[in-house]
């Protein structure tokens, strides 16, 4: 008894001493009098003293724990904790028990069964990483991921890729998932790009398709070839383009001609005023009209009359006026008949030109008519 209970206070302050020197309050082994780990024992060392075993486990990779057993002062080295095998660890009053204090690591001669194993053997504390193990006790050590939260082996973490390259891997308890990423199609385990160009594609009919490794993009035709106009200005959409005719042009982009609106000739003569008659002998004509797109102006008024001017007005014997009504900005450019009045009431001699709402102002497209004829204008 005697020899008993010097033992234990050796053992106390064997273990303060270890706490002392570690300075570290992880793993604590306290030895535990009564009880032994039965089955692991790779190998029996004599001792002269109890805390010799512990450098002795040391000195073994494959040491996790021992048994001491206190009547033959020899030390029985295990291959497993209790923690491991509690099934295994009994009581034996010859013997107690004592796991390695320090440098116990998963090494491929002592594979685990199972991450859970390992979780159970090193506490709660234990980190996901890789271990040595043996799921299937068959003497060959593999290394693995173990995912300690999930007790698990995490395949998407080992070495050895399980899921194709462009695949998501999801570890699930006891497998694990591929699932191909978005732009690629297969079972996960082999994944092939899916050509968006190829069929149905979200591209604007204007906008060309480049596929790419799981994606697709949409090449800017802003900057290489595109159908715009020259006068008109490309814009580069999200997956297409559009063209627009610049300001003062018209038409859909791919065609763009000046708006006739910002490209007129002025006609300003105060002798082309219907209220101006004709001085007999200096009737003027229109001959020399170059055909385009005039505006009255100035002393010319503003716009042309709506209504029968009779003759020897405008500085001509033939004055020329609109029959209908002057377009809405809306109706763009439209026909219209213009009169030249005679003596008479009607409308003797007609032609056709344009006329376009500007907005402030109209113009007219305008050709020469026969003489003695002139286009008049009025405010
Ligand atoms: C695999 O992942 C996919 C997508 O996340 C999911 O729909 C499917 O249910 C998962 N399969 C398993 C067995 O977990
Ligand atoms: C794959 O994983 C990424 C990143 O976690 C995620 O954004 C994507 O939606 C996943 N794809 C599929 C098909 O699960
Ligand atoms: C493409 O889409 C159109 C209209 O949505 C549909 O009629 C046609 O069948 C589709 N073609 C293919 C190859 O999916
Ligand atoms: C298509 O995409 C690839 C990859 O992004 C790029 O290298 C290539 O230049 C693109 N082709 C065109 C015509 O834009
Ligand atoms: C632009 O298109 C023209 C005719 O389609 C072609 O001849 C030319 O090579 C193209 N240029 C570029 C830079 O793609
Ligand atoms: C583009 O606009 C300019 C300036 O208004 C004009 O001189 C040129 O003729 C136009 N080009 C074409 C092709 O219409
Ligand atoms: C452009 O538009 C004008 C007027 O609408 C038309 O006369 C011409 O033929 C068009 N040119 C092209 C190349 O479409
Ligand atoms: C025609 O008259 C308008 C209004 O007075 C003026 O703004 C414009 O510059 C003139 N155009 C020409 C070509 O003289
Ligand atoms: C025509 O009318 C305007 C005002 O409406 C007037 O200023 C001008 O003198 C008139 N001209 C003639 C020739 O009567
Ligand atoms: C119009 O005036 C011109 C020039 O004075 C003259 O020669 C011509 O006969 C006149 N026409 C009519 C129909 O009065």
């Not at 040491?63 to 080295?77: A, D, R, T, W």
């Not at 213009?338 to 376009?356: H, L, P, Y």
């Amino acid at each position: 008894m005697a020899r008993n209970s010097s033992f234990l206070i050796l053992l106390v302050s064997l273990y303060l001493m270890d706490f002392a020197i570690a300075k570290i309050p992880c793993k604590t082994e306290v030895s535990l009098p009564g009880m032994a780990l039965k089955g692991f024992v790779f190998k029996k060392v004599p001792v002269t003293a109890p805390h010799v075993c512990d450098i002795t486990c040391e000195r073994e990779t494959i040491c996790q724990s021992y048994n001491y057993v206190i009547g033959e002062k020899s030390c029985e080295l295990n291959s497993r904790t209790k923690e491991a095998r509690p099934e295994n660890f009994q009581p034996d009053d010859l013997r107690f028990y004592m796991g390695r204090i320090s440098g116990r690591r998963s090494i491929p001669e002592l594979p685990a069964l199972s991450c859970q194993e390992i979780k159970l053997s090193e506490g709660k504390d234990s980190i996901s990483k890789t271990y040595w193990l043996d799921p299937t006790n068959v003497g060959s050590s593999k290394l693995v991921y173990c995912d300690m939260i999930l007790e698990d082996i995490d395949e998407c973490k080992g070495s050895n890729k399980v899921c194709d390259e462009n695949a998501n891997c999801s570890n699930t308890v006891g497998f694990y998932n591929c699932t191909c990423k978005d732009g690629f199609t297969g079972d996960g385990r082999l994944c092939s790009d899916i050509d968006e160009c190829k069929g149905n594609h979200s591209c604007h009919v204007n906008a060309k398709c480049n596929n790419t490794l799981g994606s697709h993009t949409y090449i800017d035709e802003c900057k290489g070839n595109h159908s715009c106009h020259v006068n008109a200005t490309c814009k580069n959409m999200d997956r297409s383009y559009v063209c627009e005719c610049q300001p003062e042009f018209n038409g859909n982009g791919q065609n763009c001609t000046t708006d006739p609106c910002y490209l007129y000739e002025n006609l300003s003569e105060a002798n082309r005023k219907i209220n101006y008659s004709t001085p007999h002998g200096s009737e003027l004509c229109d001959r020399k009209l170059l055909g385009g797109w005039y505006r009255f102006v100035g002393a010319a008024g503003t716009k042309m009359p709506t209504t029968r001017v009779p003759a020897n007005r405008c500085g001509t014997n033939w004055s020329g006026w609109l029959k209908g009504a002057h377009p809405t900005v809306e109706d763009g450019e439209v026909q219209r008949t213009v009169c030249f009045s005679d003596r008479s009431t009607g409308c003797q001699q007609s032609i056709n030109i344009f006329v376009k709402n500007c907005g402030s102002y109209f113009i007219y497209k305008l050709h020469p008519p026969y003489c003695f004829s002139r286009y008049c204008g009025t405010d």
